[in-house]
């Protein structure tokens, strides 16, 4: 059935994967220049000349999170930012007198005046 060697690999696969000591040790994942610079930015290392040639899997997962969670926040207060310079700007054009409908209005009004003048060209011909 089971011999010995295949137990002792399974044992030993089984106590390998499971142990969260085990699996910091395991440096397999080789960065590149963006991950290093991620990295310095979340503040794991000073400098890029710091960083390591391979971090754990793990390592790198944390610091993607975070440079997640970093760029959602910046992307909701340039949104927030956004939202408000545009209610600026509608009330001072409201100040001015402008009005989407008005400018509807100009706009038709434009739209129909170069062919109501082509209609009357060919007419007059």
Same mark, same amino acid.
């Given at each position: 059935?089971?011999?010995?060697?295949?137990?002792?690999?399974?044992v030993?696969?089984?106590?390998f994967?499971?142990s969260?000591?085990? +699996?910091?040790?395991?440096k397999?994942?080789?960065?590149?220049?963006?991950?290093? +610079?991620?990295?310095?930015?979340?503040?794991?290392?000073?400098?890029?000349g *710091?960083v390591?040639?391979?971090v754990?899997?793990?390592e790198? *997962?944390?610091?993607?999170? $975070?440079?997640?969670?970093?760029l959602?926040?910046?992307?909701?207060?340039?949104?927030?930012v956004?939202?408000?310079?545009m209610?600026?700007?509608?009330?001072?054009?409201?100040?001015?007198?402008?009005?989407?409908?008005q400018m509807?209005?100009e706009?038709h $009004?434009?739209?129909? *005046?170069p062919?109501?003048?082509? $209609?009357?060209a060919p007419?007059? $011909?």
């Amino acid at each position: 059935m089971l011999n010995k060697a295949t137990l002792i690999g399974a044992v030993v696969r089984r106590s390998f994967g499971s142990s969260p000591i085990m +699996r910091q040790t395991i440096k397999n994942h080789e960065p590149n220049n963006l991950e290093r +610079r991620m990295l310095v930015w979340t503040g794991k290392y000073k400098s890029q000349g *710091e960083v390591p040639n391979f971090v754990s899997q793990d390592e790198m *997962e944390r610091c993607r999170n $975070k440079m997640r969670i970093r760029l959602a926040n910046i992307m909701i207060a340039l949104t927030a930012v956004g939202c408000a310079i545009m209610v600026y700007s509608g009330k001072q054009a409201a100040k001015r007198g402008e009005s989407v409908s008005q400018m509807n209005l100009e706009w038709h $009004k434009q739209f129909k *005046e170069p062919q109501a003048g082509d $209609k009357a060209a060919p007419a007059a $011909k």
